[in-house]
T-cell receptor, first 113, second 114 residues
Framework: KQEVTQIPAALSVPEGENLVLNCSFT??????LQWFRQDPGKGLTSLLL?????REQTSGRLNASLDKSSGRSTLYIAASQPGDSATYLC????????????FGKGTHLIIQP | DTEVTQTPKHLVMGMTNKKSLKCEQH?????MYWYKQKAKKPPELMFV???????INESVPSRFSPECPNSSLLNLHLHALQPEDSALYLC?????????????FGPGTRLTVL
């Protein structure tokens, strides 16, 4: 059974800092990995999708990398802003007939003004 | 348009009520999903429809009954729920199943069972 772990569970940094969120998964047989942000009480906003054949994806100040063989992904946020405060969730789409996403528990990020 | 809509936003129901949650997407996606998210927990998969056929039922209790009337609509029928079923119910869609597409989520329905 696929398990996804995110480190750290919570992070608080001053505005303007660059930061890295970590995600690891136990079964490397994945189709893709997706990063989401979730604001309190809201739905999930997709940030980046990395297919299993890709090494990284970039969108604006966000860069996500994938090392499938070691079961790891990182989300890099450059020049953080207070509006980046949210919970960031990593999710993997595994094979073996499981069509849904398996999520990590998330990193709760606070950017201090 | 990358929007998934869900109604209602909030729902309060008693344990003897019957209610339905609705989800709609107009992106031409052929896979739709229901997830359940308890407070301070990650979403957990409940059901997957691929090409309007139920392909995955993650051993969800029968008091939850999904329905996919067409490729744009997904319903979740609720009956005889328990207070522990109170949660945020999220709908998602992707271009197709089998992990080839990005999943887009709706804003969710906050369900409270009294």
């Amino acid at each position: 059974k696929q398990e996804v772990t995110q480190i750290p569970a919570a992070l608080s940094v001053p505005e303007g800092e660059n930061l890295v969120l970590n995600c690891s998964f136990t079964d490397s047989a994945i189709y893709n990995l997706q990063w989401f942000r979730q604001d309190p009480g809201k739905g999930l906003t997709s940030l980046l999708l990395i297919q299993s054949s890709q090494r990284e994806q970039t969108s604006g100040r966000l860069n996500a990398s994938l090392d499938k063989s070691s079961g790891r992904s990182t989300l890099y946020i450059a020049a953080s802003q207070p509006g980046d405060s949210a919970t960031y969730l990593c999710a993997v789409h595994s094979g073996g007939g499981a069509d849904g996403l398996t999520f990590g528990k998330g990193t709760h990020l606070i950017i201090q003004p | 348009d990358t929007e998934v809509t869900q109604t209602p936003k909030h729902l309060v129901m008693g344990m003897t009520n019957k209610k339905s949650l609705k989800c709609e997407q107009h992106m031409g996606h052929r896979a739709m999903y229901w997830y359940k998210q308890k407070a301070k927990k990650p979403p957990e998969l409940m059901f997957v429809y691929s090409y309007e056929k139920l392909s995955i039922n993650e051993s969800v209790p029968s008091r939850f009954s999904p329905e996919c009337p067409n490729s744009s609509l997904l319903n979740l029928h609720l009956h005889a729920l328990q207070p522990e079923d109170s949660a945020l119910y999220l709908c998602a869609s992707s271009q197709e199943g089998r992990g080839l597409g990005e999943q887009f989520f709706g804003p969710g329905t906050r369900l409270t069972v009294l």
